[in-house]
Nanobody, 132 residues
Framework: QLQLVESGGGLVQPGGSLRVSCAAS????????IGWFRQAPGKEREGVSC????????YYADSVKGRFTISRDNAKNTVYLQMNSLKPEDTAVYYC?????????????????????????WGQGTQVTVSS
């Protein structure tokens, strides 16, 4: 079965850290760009961070730049999102997605991912709650 599975979400206090993981099964992530997206209640899905398949270039939304780090471990077929200095406004369900794109910048991969049809695979999501 071809799927992505997120893990690592949870409840954390403001200023804390979490690392969420996105593991693929049934296919290899080597040739896929990976995006992390989030959706809070009553808000539209937002592209948080993306990483390309070709050269590992990355993109971060302004709201998370300097606090979040995306990385991929192709040997483990897993992509990570390290989240530091978390804020209450980071509370959302976080989704990872895999897609194959040509001639798109890594920023564009994040922008178009707000339309779920643009990516081939989506995980089920993991809840991240930042609260004291």
């Amino acid at each position: 079965q071809l799927q992505l599975v997120e893990s690592g979400g949870g409840l954390v206090q403001p200023g804390g850290s979490l690392r969420v993981s996105c593991a693929a099964s049934g296919f290899t992530l080597d040739y896929y760009a990976i995006g992390w997206f989030r959706q809070a209640p009553g808000k539209e899905r937002e592209g948080v961070s993306c990483i390309s398949s070709s050269d590992g270039s990355t993109y971060y939304a302004d709201s998370v730049k300097g606090r979040f780090t995306i990385s991929r471990d192709n040997a483990k077929n897993t992509v990570y999102l390290q989240m530091n200095s978390l804020k209450p406004e980071d509370t959302a369900v976080y989704y990872c997605a895999a897609g194959r794109f040509y001639y798109l910048t890594v920023q564009a991969m994040c922008v178009i991912g707000t339309n779920p049809r643009q990516y081939d695979y989506w995980g089920q999501g993991t809840q991240v709650t930042v609260s004291s």
